[in-house]
């Protein structure tokens, strides 16, 4: 039994610590850590949103962008809409909720298409646009429905937020492209 007890004696005589963590120390760390969870969390999920909903708004002004581009370059009719699929090769008959979207030419060839992630039902694209389309001239002017295009709204909303959970691209006058943060539902 002498020797078990000698074991925790340093060589200067004097008791030798354990190595390790008290409860009370584990408890207060894992206390410290679940607070910065709660804080954490909902702040790194609401800059996930904030990004998925910049970089979709980003994508459709480049896509309306060159749209224009294109037909000011071609000389020709160019169209920015929304299709049924991701093979579409014709804008959609009707409107409604935005998922696969196309640009094509006069002779409905088309220029380049895209889709809108979901991210699970999170990211909802929709449009004031007659038909969901846009229709740039060799002049570079934007009409829906055979009308010049003023104020109309092509809006990326997140369903899981109510703060700055928009971005409005507005087509203007001119043609002028613009996007707004917005709060508010889908």
Same mark, same amino acid.
């Given at each position: 039994m002498k020797l078990a007890a000698e074991a925790f004696?340093?060589?200067?005589?004097?008791?030798?610590?354990?190595?390790?963590?008290?409860?009370?120390?584990?408890?207060? %760390?894992?206390?410290?850590?679940?607070?910065?969870?709660?804080?954490?969390?909902?702040?790194?999920?609401?800059?996930?949103? %904030?990004?998925?909903?910049?970089?979709?708004?980003?994508?459709?002004?480049?896509?309306?962008?060159?749209?224009?581009?294109?037909?000011? %370059?071609?000389?020709?009719?160019?169209?920015?809409?929304?299709?049924?699929?991701?093979?579409?090769?014709?804008?959609?008959? %009707?409107?409604?909720?935005?998922?696969?979207?196309?640009?094509?030419?006069?002779?409905?060839?088309?220029i380049r298409r895209g889709d809108v992630p979901g991210y699970g039902g999170a990211i909802v694209v929709t449009s004031t646009l007659a038909g969901d389309q846009v229709v740039f001239g060799s002049d570079g002017l934007a009409r829906t429905n055979g009308a010049l295009v003023a104020g109309q709204q092509i809006v990326v909303c997140s369903t899981h937020s109510t703060t700055d959970n928009r971005r409005q691209i507005t087509l203007g006058a001119g043609s002028r492209v613009s996007t707004d943060h917005a709060s508010g539902g889908c």
């Amino acid at each position: 039994m002498k020797l078990a007890a000698e074991a925790f004696v340093s060589p200067s005589g004097m008791r030798a610590s354990a190595a390790g963590f008290t409860l009370v120390e584990l408890m207060v %760390t894992v206390f410290l850590a679940a607070i910065l969870l709660a804080i954490g969390v909902p702040m790194f999920r609401q800059t996930i949103v %904030t990004h998925h909903l910049t970089e979709q708004a980003n994508d459709l002004v480049a896509a309306i962008t060159m749209a224009r581009s294109q037909a000011i %370059t071609a000389n020709q009719r160019v169209s920015f809409c929304r299709a049924d699929s991701e093979a579409a090769v014709a804008c959609s008959a %009707t409107a409604g909720t935005w998922d696969f979207w196309l640009v094509n030419n006069a002779a409905g060839t088309v220029i380049r298409r895209g889709d809108v992630p979901g991210y699970g039902g999170a990211i909802v694209v929709t449009s004031t646009l007659a038909g969901d389309q846009v229709v740039f001239g060799s002049d570079g002017l934007a009409r829906t429905n055979g009308a010049l295009v003023a104020g109309q709204q092509i809006v990326v909303c997140s369903t899981h937020s109510t703060t700055d959970n928009r971005r409005q691209i507005t087509l203007g006058a001119g043609s002028r492209v613009s996007t707004d943060h917005a709060s508010g539902g889908c």
